[in-house]
């Protein structure tokens, strides 16, 4: 569970700096990297924002499970070009069958590089959000959306969303060992009934929360307005930096 939590979020160097400034320089590397035709400048982010992540003392291995479900769907979408796209053919390999006959795959060359390219962004970008993340608190993020006039509905919805997951994880957790205990994934047949069960429940106990948090709101003398972190000025070192930093980013893109 900690992995999910703030626990990383601890002073650092790039903590001190104003939260407009990181967001805007996020974004911006954001940009470059999904609009990139090649697979250096993505790549490259991507190991800076590794090197970041270990600057700041987080441990490899919360890096690890935070980039794993991306590393999954960027590993899914290469082999789906390498075997289904493209007309350059690198290799064939002949896989048996339940029926007992032959499946032939082929791989491509130009589906290769395609895939690779897509892959380099999914890695890129989500390693910039991911040290963003580390970086800055979620309040801050929060604050720093409302300065980009981000609607409010989002920024609440994501505010209310962020207080509670964590009390669903819990409870998602003790109703899994609950059934574990039970012998409820014993079986494949069983770990699915067991499984359909605590998304419902989950799903129940969401709906019950949202009235209660509705109804405390309002009795709070909720108007729809969530006051917000009050920001710092702009710094002109800041931004000057940023803006070179940005600038030089931007040269590396276009070669």
Same mark, same amino acid.
């Given at each position: 569970?900690?992995?999910?939590?703030?626990?990383?979020?601890?002073?650092?160097?790039?903590?001190?700096?104003?939260?407009?400034?990181?967001?805007?320089?996020?974004?911006? *590397? =954001?940009?470059?990297?999904? &609009?990139?035709?090649?697979?250096? @400048?993505? #790549?490259?982010?991507?190991?800076?924002? !590794?090197? %970041?992540?270990?600057?700041?003392?987080?441990?490899?291995?919360?890096?690890?499970?935070?980039?794993?479900?991306?590393?999954?769907?960027?590993?899914?979408?290469? *082999? =789906?070009?390498?075997?289904? &796209?493209?007309?350059?053919?690198? @290799?064939? #390999?002949?896989?048996?069958?339940?029926? !007992?006959? %032959?499946?032939?795959?082929?791989?491509?060359?130009?589906?290769?590089?395609?895939?690779?390219?897509?892959?380099?962004?999914?890695?890129?970008?989500?390693?910039?959000?991911?040290?963003?993340?580390?970086?800055?608190?979620?309040?801050?993020?929060?604050?720093?959306?409302?300065?980009?006039?981000?609607?409010?509905?989002?920024?609440?919805?994501?505010?209310?969303?962020?207080?509670?997951?964590?009390?669903?994880?819990?409870?998602?957790?003790?109703?899994?060992?609950?059934?574990?205990?039970?012998?409820?994934?014993?079986?494949?047949?069983?770990?699915?009934?067991?499984?359909?069960?605590?998304?419902?429940?989950?799903?129940?106990?969401?709906?019950?929360?949202?009235?209660?948090?509705?109804?405390?709101?309002?009795?709070?003398?909720?108007?729809?307005?969530?006051?917000?972190?009050?920001?710092?000025?702009?710094?002109?070192?800041?931004?000057?930096?940023?803006?070179?930093?940005?600038?030089?980013?931007?040269?590396?893109?276009?070669?």
């Amino acid at each position: 569970m900690e992995i999910f939590s703030e626990h990383f979020n601890k002073d650092n160097f790039l903590s001190k700096i104003d939260v407009k400034v990181k967001l805007l320089v996020v974004l911006s *590397l =954001l940009v470059m990297v999904l &609009s990139c035709t090649k697979i250096f @400048f993505p #790549i490259l982010i991507a190991m800076g924002c !590794f090197l %970041l992540c270990l600057k700041m003392k987080i441990a490899p291995r919360v890096l690890l499970l935070r980039m794993a479900q991306p590393l999954f769907f960027a590993l899914v979408i290469l *082999l =789906l070009k390498l075997f289904f &796209s493209g007309k350059d053919t690198m @290799f064939s #390999i002949s896989l048996p069958t339940s029926d !007992f006959s %032959l499946l032939t795959l082929t791989g491509h060359r130009d589906g290769l590089i395609e895939g690779l390219k897509i892959t380099s962004r999914i890695l890129g970008g989500v390693s910039l959000v991911m040290a963003f993340g580390f970086a800055t608190p979620f309040a801050e993020i929060l604050a720093g959306l409302s300065w980009l006039r981000l609607p409010k509905q989002f920024i609440e919805i994501t505010m209310f969303a962020y207080r509670y997951i964590f009390m669903f994880l819990e409870d998602a957790h003790t109703i899994y060992n609950a059934q574990k205990n039970r012998l409820g994934y014993s079986g494949m047949r069983k770990g699915m009934k067991s499984f359909g069960t605590l998304a419902g429940s989950l799903v129940i106990r969401g709906f019950d929360q949202s009235q209660k948090t509705s109804e405390a709101m309002i009795q709070r003398g909720y108007t729809g307005d969530m006051p917000m972190i009050d920001g710092r000025p702009l710094r002109f070192g800041e931004v000057f930096f940023a803006a070179i930093f940005v600038f030089f980013a931007g040269a590396v893109w276009m070669i």
